[in-house]
């Protein structure tokens, strides 16, 4: 047999040649991965609310008397949706990214106003979000969660998946709740106990959908079930990033009032609600 000599020229030739093949099969060599490339947003004109589904009226917009979702609450998850729904009339939202800067979390940023881009790779997927900081990992290489004692809240909570052809299967867990999160601006919260497990694929139209089962043995009475849906923008399209306290024009005072002010830097509200 002919000796072979592995020189560094070879090997870097080799490693180049394998960054140029296409991350086609799934962490288990089964289906292409699907296409989600380019620029999304969502598809659902939800008025600031998670679960469109649920929402009475069903054009109603968060901060309009009369307006809320009905998941399936328990007793004290409902009294407090409902006492916070009455800060929500009076202006004063207790909206924690309105300070700038903090994570939406998950579930919300399957729900906020500006694009998202999926990144699909065999070993994770990635959710990245026009409105941040929000950068979802979903891992796909066979790990598990790790143990409870290596687990803290976070924002967007541990995710690990896997692919059942071309969809897109995780769970979701150890999440901030209600602590420091809301799922949208009427308020509604979960708690960090929720788990949620999601199943995305794109659909026969064309949209990305996202299927999430949300289980919280605190919050909930029995499994929510929400769907979300995305469109694709035309190719070409572009993604910018930016911070809210940038020409922040909504300050929020001491009382928790979102302000809003004019271009001379002046307060344009009619009342200004003080402590």
Same mark, same amino acid.
């Given at each position: #047999?002919?000796?072979?000599? /592995?020189?560094?020229?070879?090997?870097?030739?080799?490693l180049?040649?394998?960054?140029? +093949?296409?991350?086609?099969?799934?962490?288990?060599?089964?289906?292409? !991965?699907?296409?989600?490339?380019? /620029?999304?947003?969502?598809?659902?004109?939800?008025? *600031?609310?998670?679960?469109?589904a649920?929402?009475?009226?069903?054009?109603g917009r968060? *901060?309009?008397?009369?307006?809320?979702?009905?998941?399936?609450?328990?007793e004290?998850?409902?009294?407090?949706?409902?006492?916070?729904?009455e800060?929500?009339?009076?202006?004063?939202?207790?909206?924690?990214?309105?300070?700038?800067?903090?994570p939406?979390g998950?579930?919300? !940023?399957?729900?906020?106003? &500006?694009v998202?881009?999926? /990144?699909?790779?065999?070993?994770?997927?990635?959710i990245?979000?026009?409105?941040?900081?929000?950068?979802?990992?979903?891992?796909?290489?066979?790990?598990?969660?790790?143990?409870?004692?290596? +687990?803290?809240?976070?924002?967007?909570?541990?995710?690990?998946?896997?692919?059942? *052809?071309?969809?897109?299967?995780? &769970?979701?867990?150890? #999440?901030?709740?209600?602590?420091q999160?809301? +799922?949208?601006?009427?308020?509604?919260?979960?708690?960090?106990q929720a788990?949620?497990?999601?199943?995305?694929?794109?659909?026969?139209?064309? +949209?990305?959908?996202?299927? !999430? /089962?949300?289980?919280?043995?605190?919050? !909930?009475?029995?499994?929510?079930?929400?769907?979300?849906?995305?469109?694709?923008?035309?190719?070409?399209?572009?993604?910018?990033?930016?911070?809210?306290a940038?020409n922040?024009?909504?300050?929020?005072? &001491?009382? *928790?009032?979102?302000l809003?002010?004019?271009?001379?830097?002046?307060?344009?509200?009619?009342?200004?609600?003080?402590?």
């Open positions: #047999m002919p000796r072979v000599t /592995v020189t560094p020229r070879f090997v870097r030739t080799l180049s040649f394998a960054l140029t +093949l296409p991350l086609a099969a799934g962490a288990d060599g089964g289906d292409a !991965l699907p296409d989600w490339s380019g /620029v999304w947003e969502r598809y659902e004109g939800n008025g *600031g609310m998670f679960d469109v649920t929402t009475r009226p069903p054009d968060a *901060g309009e008397p009369g307006v809320r979702q009905h998941p399936p609450l328990t004290a998850w409902e009294r407090k949706y409902r006492e916070t729904l800060v929500v009339a009076q202006g004063r939202l207790p909206d924690p990214i309105s300070v700038c800067g903090t939406a998950f579930p919300r !940023l399957l729900a906020l106003p &500006d998202y881009e999926f /990144v699909v790779r065999p070993e994770q997927t990635w990245l979000t026009e409105n941040g900081p929000n950068i979802m990992r979903i891992y796909t290489d066979g790990r598990a969660h790790p143990p409870a004692d290596e +687990l803290w809240p976070m924002f967007t909570g541990d995710s690990v998946g896997r692919w059942e *052809g071309r969809t897109l299967v995780f &769970d979701t867990i150890s #999440m901030i709740g209600d602590r999160t809301i +799922l949208d601006r009427s308020g509604l919260t979960l708690s960090d788990r949620i497990s999601t199943r995305m694929y794109e659909t026969d139209e064309g +949209l990305l959908r996202a299927e !999430l /089962v949300i289980i919280d043995p605190v919050a !909930l009475t029995e499994p929510w079930n929400v769907t979300r849906h995305f469109r694709r923008l035309p190719p070409g399209t572009r993604v910018y990033d930016y911070a809210c940038e922040n024009r909504n300050p929020i005072t &001491d009382s *928790g009032q979102t809003t002010l004019g271009p001379d830097g002046r307060v344009i509200d009619r009342e200004i609600i003080e402590d």
